[in-house]
């Protein structure tokens, strides 16, 4: 299972961090596969956000939040950390972290097989 949390309301221009934890069966994901973080905004389809390699050695975002947000692995805890700072209020939404099947770091959905339930974002203009 993947347990997101973090999520909340923030002004724009603010900063939250989102974090995903493993248990069961996807503590062997967690440190061997890629992972990833996706959004969902309210009537609107599921896009990627950022993702990494199994190693921490690469890494991808998407184009809307390249240079604002940072994605990191903690091997030690199981974790994976998304950094968000200068949140805009085109942020909003629900983010999910997923695991992928693979090890690299994908910006594709259907590389993903585990999903989290989704923690709510909401920056306020």
């Known amino acids: 299972q993947l347990q997101a949390s973090g999520g909340g309301l923030v002004q724009a221009g603010g900063s939250l961090r989102l974090s995903c934890a493993a248990s069961?069966?996807?503590?062997?994901?967690?440190?061997?596969?890629?992972m990833g973080w996706f959004r969902q905004a309210p009537g609107k389809e599921r896009e990627f956000v950022a993702s990494i390699s199994w190693n921490g050695a690469s890494t991808r975002y998407s184009e809307s939040v390249e240079g604002r947000f940072t994605i990191s692995r903690n091997y030690a805890e199981h974790t994976i950390v998304l950094q968000m700072n200068t949140l805009k209020p085109e942020d909003t939404a629900v983010y999910y972290c997923?695991?992928?099947?693979?090890?690299?770091?994908?910006?594709?959905?259907?590389?993903?097989?585990?999903w989290g339930q989704g923690t709510l974002v909401t920056v306020s203009s």
């Open positions: 069961g069966r996807t503590l062997k994901a967690v440190s061997n596969n890629g």
């Open positions: 997923a695991a992928a099947r693979g090890s690299s770091a994908s910006s594709i959905t259907s590389a993903y097989n585990y």
